[in-house]
């Protein structure tokens, strides 16, 4: 079993390349879009929840800083749906996870 955190970084990698590919049309990953993978992935490491976190879209903590929020949030906006056929087991767990509020109170 994976751990959720890793899980979750592999579909922010997955959904920013797929992104990248068909919205800057590059062969490989562009610089831009490297470096919000790793501060994806760095923001997840630091995630005060743990692997208990919440998907970050229920998250109550905004831990992105503006810029990145905005970029991710254009990307998920995109890649969200498209995820379905790429990746249909980890885009639907990812989306059925439950917001913490409501986590919390049962
Ligand atoms: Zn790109």
């Not at 899980?7 to 959904?15: A, G, S, Y």
């Not at 062969?27 to 005060?48: V, W």
């Not at 998250?59 to 991710?72: G, S, T």
Request: proline residues 5%.
């Amino acid at each position: 079993m994976i751990g959720k955190r890793s899980e979750e970084k592999q579909i922010v990698t997955l959904m920013i390349e797929l992104y990248c590919r068909k919205n800057h049309r590059r062969e490989i990953i562009c610089s831009d879009c490297e470096e919000l993978i790793d501060y994806a992935a760095t923001r997840l490491d630091k995630c005060m929840f743990g692997d208990e976190k919440p998907a970050c879209k229920h998250c109550l903590v905004h831990c992105y800083k503006p810029v990145m929020r905005e970029k991710i949030r254009e990307i998920m906006r995109w890649a969200g749906p498209r995820m379905i056929f790429y990746r249909p087991g980890a885009a639907v767990r990812h989306m059925l996870s439950k917001p913490l509020r409501k986590r919390m109170r049962t």
